[in-house]
Each structure stands twice: as C-alpha cells, then as structure tokens.
C-alpha cells in the first residue's frame, strides 16, 4: 500500500498564501510524475499543477502566474506553493503521483483549502 501523505490545508483570506506538502515513499517519487488535482463540491477533480521526475512542471490555466510546484528529491516531498489565493480556489486538495506512459496511480487522503474572508 503506497501512501501519500499530505498536509498544510487550512483557510486562508483572499489574497493569502498556502503551501501544501506531500511525501511519498522514495520507491516511486523518483520516477513518477507528482501532481496536485482539486475538488469543489459539486465539481469533477480537476488537475491543478503536476511536475516529472526531472523537474518539468504543467499548470491549469486557472492557476498559472499564481500556483508554484516543485519536487524537493532529497525530501520525496512535493509542494504546491499557493499565492494570490481567491475564493474560487476552495476546494480538497489532492496529491497524485503517476507512472510514466502508464495508468498506474495513487492519491493523498485530501486536504481541504479554505480562501474566504
């Protein structure tokens, strides 16, 4: 059983800045593709940010110039670093991590993100 363990939820004003965290076991994170998806209610999960394993990172629209992922190999620890939060951006946050060219992948417990006034 693969675990990802996720933290640094929590609520924010708008404006603000979270940064999430998630580690997974060394086995996988060096090769697999990490990535941060999210969840609104009464939404489908939608991918947020994701990053390869050498470090080339893809974002949503919805978050480019604001949303910063990065890998820290030494860690096995992901981040998702959140600037400029809107109300918009509330949702469970979910961290990811994919085999290359393969179906194969595992999820976070979730974290829930909060921007409100």
């Known amino acids: 059983q693969v675990q990802l363990v996720e933290s640094g939820g929590g609520l924010v004003q708008p404006g603000g800045s979270l940064r999430l965290s998630c580690e997974a076991p060394?086995?996988?994170?060096?090769?697999?593709?990490m990535g941060w998806y999210r969840q609104a209610p009464g939404n489908q999960r939608e991918l947020v940010a994701a990053?390869?394993?050498?470090?080339?990172?893809n974002y949503a629209d919805s978050v480019k110039g604001r949303f910063t992922i990065s890998r820290d190999n030494a860690k096995n620890t992901v981040y998702l670093q959140m600037n400029s939060l809107k109300p918009e951006d509330t949702a469970v946050y979910y961290c990811?991590?994919?085999?290359?060219?393969?179906?194969?992948?595992?999820w976070g417990q979730g974290t829930q993100v909060t921007v409100s006034s």
């Open positions: 990811n991590a994919k085999k290359p060219y393969q179906v194969l992948m595992y």
């Open positions: 990053i390869t394993s050498n470090g080339r990172a």
């Open positions: 060394g086995s996988i994170f060096s090769i697999y593709t």
